[in-house]
């Protein structure tokens, strides 16, 4: 009895949902309901979704065509959300035999006038298609009579040669109300089926079959969903790559299995996917020639016999030779012996040739693959799950990553877009494994400062900073190509009556060693004299005025990019006729195991020693940790805000 | 015969001359010294030759060598041609050579990217362009571009600035155009006389030996001082339509005549519709007040740019119909839709941006980016921003104050100047009543009022999402650690232009301790922070384009467990370029009042009293800075 009484719900439930639902019947109750947001983040809402993969068989087409059917209804609750009436498909147009063909695209804007709906339908002349480029092309449309309380409503479809399923997004950036998806692929092509396991929002799926019986039988997979209040997926400030969070599906085509053909396999693991790669002529291949460069490599290397100066040597070697496009991917563009001549290469072009020549030097040197962080953390052994490749040298006692892409990018010093939590090396024998690809070491940043202190309360003196790692590397990037003059603008710029002079840099070439900078400096406002006493922040136009962290919660982790060290050595010379009236006391504050803040202050005879340090052990803190850590450090700027008082005797 | 002979052999020795020149501007190591200071690019050699086959065809040739000296001069060299079925491209190849001289790289017509040339904000246009992708292998290195390029569209004839903007100098420079034609050929230079340039005749002109020019904070838009070269068809064809453009008069009638007329009728629903909403309005102003609204809630901005409809404005009927426009479309519908309640208006052409720039009264071409509506009004003309749909009627400061605009009249063009947001009423009013604990916390309610110019900077912040709202407070006031926003609430007064932001926020750490003593910034919300770049030699004049007026009363109450050892004394400053003045007033044992006012005049300065002017502001985040010192009673 009771049973039979939940079968009946679910019929009437589901007969409301279709009646409601249905395309081009949108009813005066919900054009009128208005929706309680507290966050007026959200524009419009989605009031109903539909997403379907079907594949068709066609006869004249040489087999199945994928078939993909939007539904969207969409309700406009401000100006902001104006937006969502106008929209741009992406169809690949490569020649006739693979483009994809966009097609029955039909919508409506409906409002409420006085209480009576009325209609308005997109014509042709809110239609438009843009040739982007020779491969991509664009359709776009945008909604009549769309205004605030408007519901905009759409179907399209895209018909598609391919058999590769793109990813289907489950979250957007606005909530959705009702969320239909369904996929449905035939037997012959095998599947592998993956819900972002990161993303806050996990929806469960049902998977069944069914039977096809024309134009000849077979039976289909079929994964399907029906979501209630799927919610907006939001973007914060520090996040590495919000998509790494977004509620999605992907289907990576793992195997065909064709009536009367072999099994045919794209990916199963991580161990077959390297193992594809590996066979791939425009990657495996690349690492194998070496005619085009041997007699050039020969002349560096003669008389060498260490394997890191080898290394050393090729790899200084390599990043002079060819320059990067910005282009990424793990195979090669044109070939490495072709980026040799031509001096210009995509990352596989130079990375593959740097393995190929430390592999002629004798070194054992490998390719790393590695998915950057545009692309995201792969989920899944697939190959698009990998964009770029950099190479490991694991010789006995000296084991490091390497990428030539960047000048300034040094042993162990990757470029930022590349440290994406973890990569798979290839060995020579075919086998692969994961390495880790944050970086361990603490990138150090130590400032020694003098201050002296003139009777007309400027203050003068000497800075001498040393930087290692990751942050050598961000200041390399930053002032290397800069004139001095330019550099020293950037010093004293937001820092007040600041000026520097006998700027000086060591090692900015040397990538192998911390880069040191000195300069002389003078600073016209770092004294506040109020009544008798002078004020002053001991860490002068060093301390930070400003916390970046300024959200009150979070919901994914911050990405600092490395672990590091700020350390400064402060001298101070208590200028005649003034003593100590009071000084900041020394602390050391704690941020779980992963940070500390140390602060130490004593007077010395005439004078007055700092030091300051704030070490990040981790480079990830995580969402739950936030608060602790914005507490944390606002309690290190506080602390750098404090004044010394000095009282005139 | 001789004289034919000895012309054809002086022509020959001409052009080998020509090409050994040409030969030596591919080695880069040729730059002459003092060129190469402060660029990233140096333009070796650029010759222009445009020739005008009739009103309705011009042929453009260029042929144009850019050695490149580093990665920020990599956008230099101009290498890409913009088409569409009215621009032909008749030839184009670039040649890449090596610091030497060397050529170590050939680009056919066909090897350039072709792609459409949408730009951000543009749902279509069929506009495109080929450029060329290069990747450079070593700097120096030198590109050698030639083009072709036949129009059919003869609105726009290609100006010259011998100077390819910031940190790139010229070493020849040349621009020619040849009239074939029986049209008339206006052309105006504008600062040539300021730099090493000749004019050869009326339309033939040479640079030669441009230093590089590098910016400065707050230098007037490079435009300003930059040498052009302007010229324009006194007959043309655009898209398919001829016209005229002897004065801003004859130009401006046909825009009237053939671009506007008959674009405004619309459905009669429409027309009693906003006749029945205006029916109890006593005054135009009112009217047209209502009317502007209705648009407002009624259309959005989409645009769409195809043909000679990149010019015309939409029909009024369509744009009534789909409920969408762009700025041609939406100000020409708000004109229809006015004109059916008896209100006159003209649509007017003008540039829409931030940075004020004016179109040129006395050189009439086609120029601006953006139309907007004016009321004429004998006291002072009413100007409507069509495109968007939160602006108070009538109001346009920030995008389209303060320039010249040309006003289309059903007589002709007419140059006219938009409102001017004087800078008494630029202004922004701070209250705040502070409580200060013994902690060093405080608590503070805060209201801040915006006017004129001053309300565009702040209005937006309405429309954000909560997180932002906060966010964006935090970022005004990024000097307080510890700032936390407890509430806010915004009031939008757009009949009299009143933005109002209230504010509950805390801070646990706002004073700064030292021992037993607290020290604190009276000035806790209104804080001028950044002191303008310093330069050994300012080489550029400098601008305040907008004037502005702050003024903040600040009551801070003090815990009773401290007290006021030490109080700043009172600041006024004048000069040219604004007045300061704050004053610190103790109303009670343990309650001050902090006043300040800060006036930033408008003006355009010599590059010399750069130094008194950052003298002027480097003093007032000195006095922004200014403390309180309290002292534990106990």
């Given at each position: 009895m009771k049973t039979q009484f939940t079968v009946l719900l679910l019929l009437i439930s589901f007969s409301i949902q279709s009646q409601n639902y249905k395309f081009g019947k949108v009813s005066e109750e919900e054009l009128a309901q208005t929706f309680d947001s507290n966050d007026s983040t959200i524009g419009a809402i989605m009031l109903y979704r539909k997403h379907r993969v079907d594949f068709e068989y066609r006869e004249n087409n040489g087999g199945f065509m994928q078939k993909v059917e939007v539904h969207q209804r969409i309700k406009i609750l401000n100006k902001e959300g104006l937006k969502w009436a106008t929209n741009k498909v992406r169809l690949y147009n490569r020649s006739n035999a693979s483009s994809e063909r966009f097609q029955s695209l039909k919508g409506y804007t409906f409002n409420l006038v006085d209480g009576d709906v009325t209609k308005d339908k997109l014509k042709n002349d809110g239609v438009f298609d843009e040739e982007a480029n020779k491969y991509w092309r664009y359709k776009s449309f945008t909604m009549p009579n769309v205004k605030v309380g408007s519901i905009v409503e759409f179907t399209y479809e895209i018909l598609s040669p391919f058999i590769q399923i793109d990813e289907i997004d489950i979250q957007t950036s606005i909530p959705t109300k009702v969320f239909e998806l369904k996929v449905s692929t035939p037997e012959y092509f095998v599947y592998n089926k993956l819900l972002n396991p990161r993303a806050s929002y996990i929806p469960k799926l049902d998977v069944s079959s069914s039977n096809v019986t024309i134009p000849f039988s077979y039976s289909l997979d079929v994964i399907s969903a029906d979501l209630k209040d799927v919610p907006a997926l939001k973007d914060e400030p520090f996040v590495n790559n919000i998509d790494n969070y977004k509620s999605k599906l992907i289907m990576e085509l793992s195997m065909t299995r064709m009536p009367r053909s072999n099994l045919e396999y794209y990916s199963t693991s991580w161990d077959k996917v390297t193992e594809r790669i590996y066979q791939n002529p425009d990657f495996g291949d690349q690492l194998d020639k070496s005619s085009y460069y041997k007699d050039d490599v020969d002349a560096i290397l003669a008389g060498v016999t260490d394997p890191i100066e080898k290394s050393f040597l090729i790899f200084n070697y390599v990043k002079s030779k060819i320059n990067w496009n910005d282009f990424y991917g793990y195979t090669s563009e044109n070939g490495a012996r072709k980026a040799y001549k031509d001096g210009v290469g995509n990352v596989a072009d130079i990375n593959l040739m740097l393995i190929s020549m430390l592999r002629y030097a004798g070194l054992r040197a490998n390719p790393v693959l590695v998915s950057t962080k545009n692309n995201g953390i792969p989920l899944f052994p697939t190959r698009q799950g990998f964009d770029y490749v950099i190479c490991m040298i694991e010789n006995e006692g000296f084991n490091v990553l390497l990428d030539a892409t960047e000048d300034y990018s040094t042993y162990n010093v990757l470029p930022t877009r590349v440290l994406n939590w973890q990569g798979r090396v290839i060995r020579e024998n075919g086998s692969s494994a994961w390495i880790n690809l944050s970086p361990s070491s603490l990138s150090t940043d130590v400032t020694s400062l003098n201050v002296k202190i003139n009777p007309d309360l400027t203050i003068e003196g000497k800075v001498r900073q040393q930087k290692t790692d990751y942050v050598a590397m961000n200041y390399r990037?930053?002032?290397?190509?800069?004139?001095?003059?330019?550099?020293?603008?950037?010093?004293?710029?937001?820092?007040?009556?600041?000026?520097?002079?006998?700027?000086?840099?060591?090692?900015?070439?040397?990538?192998?060693?911390?880069?040191?900078?000195?300069?002389?400096?003078?600073?016209?406002?770092?004294?506040?004299?109020?009544?008798?006493?002078?004020?002053?922040?001991?860490?002068?136009?060093?301390?930070?005025?400003?916390?970046?962290?300024?959200?009150?919660?979070?919901?994914?982790?911050?990405?600092?990019?490395?672990?590091?060290?700020?350390?400064?050595?402060?001298?101070?010379?208590?200028?005649?006729?003034y003593a100590i009236e009071s000084l900041p006391q020394s602390e050391k504050i704690q941020f779980n195991d992963a940070g500390d803040f140390t602060y130490l202050a004593k007077q010395n005879g005439s004078f007055l020693q700092l030091t300051v340090s704030l070490n990040m052990k981790t480079s990830i803190i995580l969402a739950q940790d936030y608060e602790t850590f914005k507490g944390f450090y606002s309690k290190v700027i506080e602390k750098q805000s404090e004044k010394i008082v000095l009282k005139k005797i | 015969?001789?004289?034919?002979?000895?012309?054809?052999?002086?022509?020959?020795?001409?052009?080998?001359?020509?090409?050994?020149?040409?030969?030596?501007?591919?080695?880069?190591?040729?730059?002459?010294?003092?060129?190469?200071?402060?660029?990233?690019?140096?333009?070796?050699?650029?010759?222009?030759?445009?020739?005008?086959?009739?009103?309705?065809?011009?042929?453009?040739?260029?042929?144009?060598?850019?050695?490149?000296?580093?990665?920020?001069?990599?956008?230099?060299?101009?290498?890409?041609?913009?088409?569409?079925?009215?621009?032909?491209?008749?030839?184009?190849?670039?040649?890449?050579?090596?610091?030497?001289?060397?050529?170590?790289?050939?680009?056919?017509?066909?090897?350039?990217?072709?792609?459409?040339?949408?730009?951000?904000?543009?749902?279509?246009?069929?506009?495109?362009?080929?450029?060329?992708?290069?990747?450079?292998?070593?700097?120096?290195?030198?590109?050698?571009?030639?083009?072709?390029?036949?129009?059919?569209?003869?609105?726009?004839?290609?100006?010259?600035?011998?100077?390819?903007?910031?940190?790139?100098?010229?070493e020849f420079s040349e621009y020619k155009i040849i009239n074939e034609s029986d049209v008339a050929i206006k052309v105006k230079s504008s600062n040539v006389d300021n730099f090493d340039i000749e004019q050869h005749s009326d339309y033939h002109f040479s640079a030669k030996n441009l230093k590089s020019l590098k910016p400065e904070a707050y230098s007037p838009s490079f435009q300003t001082f930059a040498p052009k070269v302007k010229v324009a068809l006194t007959k043309f064809r655009m898209e398919g339509v001829d016209g005229a453009n002897n004065t801003w008069e004859d130009f401006g009638k046909w825009v009237h005549d053939e671009l506007l007329a008959k674009t405004e009728v619309l459905p009669i629903e429409v027309i009693t519709e906003v006749k029945e909403l205006t029916k109890d309005a006593t005054t135009d102003y009112d009217k047209a007040k209502l009317v502007y609204e209705y648009m407002q809630n009624k259309t959005r901005y989409i645009s769409v740019q195809v043909g000679i409809g990149g010019w015309k404005p939409m029909l009024a009927g369509e744009v009534d119909r789909l409920g969408y426009a762009d700025c041609k479309g939406l100000s020409n519908y708000t004109k229809a839709l006015l004109k059916e309640i008896g209100v006159e208006s003209n649509y007017a052409i003008i540039y829409g941006d931030r940075g004020i720039r004016n179109i040129d009264k006395e050189f009439s071409s086609v120029e601006g980016n953006h139309a907007v509506l004016c009321i004429p009004n004998d006291e002072k003309d009413i100007w409507l921003e069509c495109t968007s749909q939160t602006n108070p009627f009538g109001f346009t400061a920030g995008f389209t104050d303060d320039r010249d605009a040309l006003l289309i009249t059903p007589e002709g063009g007419k140059i006219v100047h938009t409102t001017v947001y004087p800078t008494e009423t630029n202004l922004q009013d701070t209250k705040a009543t502070i409580n200060l604990t013994n902690d060093g916390s405080i608590s503070a309610d805060v209201v801040i009022k915006t006017y004129g110019y001053q309300y565009a900077l702040h209005e937006g912040v309405q429309n954000k999402p909560l997180r932002d709202q906060k966010l964006n407070l935090k970022?005004?006031?990024?000097?307080?650690?510890?700032?936390?926003?407890?509430?806010?609430?915004?009031?939008?007064?757009?009949?009299?232009?009143?933005?109002?932001?209230?504010?509950?926020?805390?801070?646990?750490?706002?004073?700064?301790?030292?021992?037993?003593?607290?020290?604190?910034?009276?000035?806790?919300?209104?804080?001028?922070?950044?002191?303008?770049?310093?330069?050994?030699?300012?080489?550029?004049?400098?601008?305040?384009?907008?004037?502005?007026?702050?003024?903040?009363?600040?009551?801070?109450?003090?815990?009773?467990?401290?007290?006021?050892?030490?109080?700043?004394?009172?600041?006024?400053?004048?000069?040219?370029?604004?007045?300061?003045?704050?004053?610190?007033?103790?109303?009670?044992?343990?309650?001050?009042?902090?006043?300040?006012?800060?006036?930033?005049?408008?003006?355009?300065?010599?590059?010399?009293?750069?130094?008194?002017?950052?003298?002027?502001?480097?003093?007032?985040?000195?006095?922004?800075?200014?403390?309180?010192?309290?002292?534990?009673?106990?």
């Open positions: 990037n930053r002032y290397a190509n800069l004139s001095t003059d330019e550099h020293i603008k950037s010093i004293e710029r937001n820092n007040g009556e600041l000026e520097i002079m006998d700027i000086e840099i060591e090692n900015n070439k040397d990538y192998t060693k911390p880069l040191k900078l000195t300069y002389d400096y003078n600073l016209a406002d770092g004294i506040e004299e109020i009544g008798e006493n002078l004020y002053f922040s001991p860490m002068l136009f060093f301390a930070s005025e400003e916390n970046p962290f300024k959200q009150e919660t979070r919901n994914f982790p911050i990405d600092l990019t490395y672990p590091f060290s700020d350390k400064y050595m402060i001298n101070i010379m208590i200028p005649e006729g | 015969m001789p004289l034919r002979l000895l012309l054809t052999l002086v022509l020959m020795s001409f052009s080998t001359i020509a090409i050994a020149q040409d030969d030596a501007l591919l080695d880069a190591s040729t730059i002459p010294l003092d060129l190469k200071i402060k660029a990233n690019a140096v333009i070796r050699y650029d010759q222009v030759t445009i020739e005008v086959k009739s009103y309705d065809k011009f042929i453009y040739k260029q042929t144009q060598i850019v050695t490149v000296l580093n990665a920020q001069g990599d956008s230099k060299p101009g290498t890409y041609v913009h088409y569409n079925k009215n621009i032909d491209v008749n030839s184009l190849e670039a040649r890449v050579y090596d610091s030497r001289g060397e050529e170590i790289k050939k680009i056919r017509k066909n090897d350039f990217l072709d792609v459409s040339a949408v730009s951000g904000g543009t749902l279509y246009s069929d506009s495109r362009v080929k450029y060329l992708d290069y990747t450079p292998i070593n700097y120096p290195y030198t590109i050698r571009f030639e083009t072709e390029v036949v129009y059919h569209s003869t609105a726009f004839l290609p100006s010259w600035m011998p100077i390819d903007g910031f940190y790139c100098s010229t970022e005004y006031w990024d000097y307080i650690n510890g700032l936390s926003v407890d509430a806010i609430v915004y009031d939008n007064d757009k009949d009299n232009v009143v933005f109002t932001e209230t504010a509950k926020v805390t801070s646990s750490s706002y004073a700064t301790k030292s021992g037993k003593r607290f020290l604190v910034q009276p000035n806790a919300f209104n804080r001028v922070t950044g002191i303008p770049t310093r330069y050994k030699n300012r080489t550029l004049d400098f601008e305040i384009d907008r004037g502005f007026t702050d003024t903040d009363e600040f009551i801070i109450k003090i815990d009773p467990t401290l007290k006021i050892e030490a109080m700043p004394d009172d600041v006024s400053i004048s000069n040219a370029y604004g007045s300061y003045q704050f004053s610190l007033e103790k109303i009670s044992e343990n309650e001050l009042l902090y006043k300040r006012k800060y006036v930033l005049n408008k003006g355009y300065y010599p590059k010399e009293d750069y130094k008194a002017f950052r003298a002027f502001i480097s003093q007032i985040v000195k006095h922004d800075k200014t403390k309180i010192v309290l002292i534990s009673k106990t």
